[in-house]
């Protein structure tokens, strides 16, 4: 049994990822000041679980973190202002709360956590180099390899991208400079249920509910490798368990690039209904054409690859987004 620290645990990836320790009998603590995750009935269901404790704190407060306790053997460092929407609303919210609780989380894991061999994985993502597509210097399938990139300083989007980008210059010159064990993981697209409402599905999923006519789609010819949440979480504890990962940085997704039209049209298959009238839109400035990584490197050191085809994960999140209507 491990003493595990999920910051950002009551939010879509949190919540997957605790359910699948728990599950293991580890001892859980949630932290999370629901920012954007809510008290549903999902995380009470966790909750209620004997294992698992939430606490309830901004982290972006040095004083919160005395509420965090020691002794963790691993701590997955998950918060993060994350939904698009927001990177353009609050580009310097999204900056502030990202680098504060990194030089919070790193502060206290290396004076505070006093517990040997730990080890401390931070949620980077595509974002830190998506910026450098339009340069020409961002290959498909990407590799971890790729320089971290921020094309456009005044556009609000890359607020995003530019937390995540310094955020893996803490974690890797912390970790050397104070001689602790880390992991870095890039996140490409994860999708599945409780993923809240301002993704990419779920606002599909509303649309076609209310057979909205005629029926926007934003960025037609972008493409996303949609990695089903269940795969994700798997990756992300491998990468944490596994010796072979410290010190490195590893991109979790899929080898399978689709459209944004093809998900569309597979969404409007599974839940039987096709408007008559298509509306298509630009995506907003700053929006990637082409997204996939290369995954080769997880693969290699953790034996890690995605299993869940795309209309069984469609599937799931339809149906729970069915079941979970936006409150
Ligand atoms: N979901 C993806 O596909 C994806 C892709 C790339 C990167 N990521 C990164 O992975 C991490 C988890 O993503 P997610 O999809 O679960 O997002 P999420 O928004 O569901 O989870 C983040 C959690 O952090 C919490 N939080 C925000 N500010 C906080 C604060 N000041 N104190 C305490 N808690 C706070 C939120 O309430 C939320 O529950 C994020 O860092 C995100 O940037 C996710």
Known sequence: ????????????IGYHLSSRLAAEGHQLTLADNFF??????????????????LLEA??????????????????YH?????????FYEIPHEVLRIGVST??????????????????????????????????GIVPLP????????????????WSYGGQKLIGELFFIHYAK????????????????PRAGYEHVIPEIVGRVSAKVEPFPIFGADDTRSFCYISDAAEAIQRVMESEKTDGGTYHIGTTEETGIKELIENIFSLMAWRPAKLDIKNSPEGSVKRRLADVSKIKEDTGWEA???????????????????KP
């Open 307 to 325: 299993k869940t085809p795309l209309e069984e994960g469609l599937r799931k999140t339809i149906d729970w987004y069915l079941a979970h209507p």
């Open 177 to 192: 400079a104070y001689n602790f064990r880390m992991a870095i993981v890039r996140p490409h697209n994860f999708y599945g």
């Open 36 to 53: 954007r995750s809510r008290h549903d009935a999902d995380l009470a269901g966790l909750l209620a679980l004997p294992n698992v404790t």
């Open 142 to 157: 990407t590799p971890e390899t790729v320089p971290l990139i921020i094309a456009d300083m005044y556009n609000p989007r």
């Open 102 to 135: 990194t030089m919070n989380v790193l502060e206290w894991f290396r004076t505070k956590n006093n517990k040997p061999g730990a080890k401390i994985l931070y949620t980077s993502s595509n974002e830190a180099y998506a910026s450098g597509f339009d340069l």
């Open 58 to 75: 901004d982290l972006t407060k040095p004083e919160s973190w005395e509420q965090v306790g020691t002794g963790y053997d691993e701590v």
């Open 1 to 12: 049994m491990k003493k595990i620290l999920i910051t950002g645990g009551a939010g879509f």
């Open 78 to 86: 998950l918060v993060g202002i994350n939904g698009t929407k927001f």
